[in-house]
């Protein structure tokens, strides 16, 4: 019997995990420097917690939710997204009364249970920011740049940011009932989905990529000519926040834009990139000024985004490669030589991974083998540099280095050894 993994949920393997970690690396860098802290919520939540939030009549709720009752015949869900559960930790926890504004982050596993195909999975990944406590448009403008700061940070370019607003609650209802009435009297040439859509989710309808919908949305009625005077304010009032950075980040207004989840109201944004094909959407995010009340908790504001770890790393391409640490092979020969060898195994960590950074990875041979084995290994793992240890080099104190790409083999006194290994390795 041999297992495979579940459909549409992968292994982030070896060759992988290094590229992973840097981008994780990156995040927390540029995301803490800037005063956001990091929150880890459990992957299961209760699933009212979804329902309510994103919408009953969304397709992540009506279709693609892993849900199913614990032994107590508990509603529960895998998480779909990370917004819900930050909003709902936020009020559990009280973090209003630890400071009025709270800057949160995460990176984690969302599971949603769609069709697999390039770049969209069951398993994935989201790095996430969430803003709550300010309805300011210093924070919409704050979340749009710090989502591309940290697009930048990972060297991705040629990413494409659209912005909408979709107003307030009112704003929204005033505008769904015109679409409606629109949508009605062009059913006809709408796909079957979209058909089942006008009466439950009509702004929905805006999203789909049918080409016979794509003629019907061309001339459906825009948000936009909807938002009251005060979300029209905010709204420009944040394009005006952007385009004050002098053209470092580059907005495109889609006034078609409505994305999946209900909670939102006010602007949206959603990040493409050329490079994903069919499932381009590489980020996105918003306001949801009504979620944290609704949950119960103080009238106040929010907005937020996610990034899509395994689209981004399809975006970067090339570019996810990172500088990868040396490696060094020390080969023992004898007992003596061997536990030698562990402790200057540690003795270099030490010195070469100084400051936390993962500079040079220090490999020993685990089994009693010849050196010439020793030396196929430390070949087979492409190390830079390795370390003899023998009877000889013991009883004269000295160690012998050889330099693995150009062969050269030099024996050098204990002392120096650090010093003479740094400078090899570049350091
Ligand atoms: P979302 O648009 O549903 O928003 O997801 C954000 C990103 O997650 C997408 O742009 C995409 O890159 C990635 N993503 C979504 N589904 C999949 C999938 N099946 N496979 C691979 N990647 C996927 C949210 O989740 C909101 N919580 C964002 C937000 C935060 N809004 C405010 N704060």
Request: charged share 30%; aromatic share 6%; hydrophobic share 35%.
């Amino acid at each position: 019997m041999r297992y495979k993994s579940i459909r549409g949920m992968s292994d982030i393997l070896p060759r992988d995990t290094g590229a992973w970690r840097r981008i994780e690396q990156i995040t927390r860098l540029e995301l803490e420097s800037s005063g956001y802290k990091e929150i880890r919520t459990p992957i299961l939540e209760d699933t009212a917690v979804f329902k309510r939030s994103i919408g009953e009549t969304t397709d992540i709720v009506t279709k693609e939710m892993y849900t199913f009752s614990d032994r107590k015949g508990r509603a529960l869900t895998l998480r779909p997204e990370g917004t819900a559960p930050v909003v709902r930790a936020y009020i559990e926890n009280a973090l209003n009364k630890i400071s009025p504004v709270s800057l949160l982050y995460y990176i984690g596993p969302m599971f949603r249970s769609e069709r697999p195909q390039k770049g969209r999975s069951r398993q994935f990944h989201q790095i996430g920011i969430e803003i709550i406590g300010s309805r300011s448009p210093q924070v919409d403008g704050e979340v749009i740049y710090r989502l591309n700061r940290l697009l930048g940070a990972f060297g991705l370019t040629n990413a494409v940011i659209k912005l909408n607003s979709l107003g307030c609650r009112q704003d929204k209802a005033g505008f769904t009932d015109k679409l409606k009435k629109y949508l009605r009297a062009e059913k006809k040439r709408l796909c079957e989905d979209c058909k089942k859509r006008i009466e439950k989710n009509a702004m929905r309808v805006l999203d789909c990529k049918n080409e016979s919908c794509l003629l019907v949305i061309k001339n459906a009625p825009k948000i936009i000519d909807s938002l009251c005077d005060k979300c029209l304010h905010h709204f420009s009032l944040v394009k005006a926040m952007l385009r004050a950075r002098g053209g470092e980040i580059d907005f495109q207004e889609d006034h078609n834009l409505v994305r999946g989840l209900d909670y939102y109201t006010g602007p949206v944004f959603e990040v493409t990139h050329p490079g994903l094909g069919g499932q381009d959407a590489l980020a996105a995010g918003g306001r949801y000024d009504n979620l944290v009340k609704e949950f119960g908790g103080p009238d106040t504001g929010a907005a937020g985004f996610a990034i899509g770890i395994e689209r981004l790393m399809l975006a970067l391409g090339e570019k996810k490669e990172f500088k990868k640490p040396k490696i060094l092979y020390i080969a023992t020969l004898g007992d003596e030589a061997r536990s030698k060898g562990l402790l200057l195994a540690e003795r270099l960590k030490q010195v070469l991974n100084a400051s936390q950074t993962l500079n040079c990875v220090v490999l020993l041979n685990m089994e009693n083998a010849s050196l010439k084995a020793q030396m196929r290994s430390a070949n087979r793992e492409n190390a830079k540099i390795t370390v003899i240890l023998g009877a000889d080099e013991i009883k004269s104190e000295k160690i012998t280095i050889k330099d693995m790409e150009s062969g050269e083999q030099v024996s050098i006194e204990e002392n120096f050894f650090s010093g003479e290994i740094k400078k090899r390795i570049g350091l």
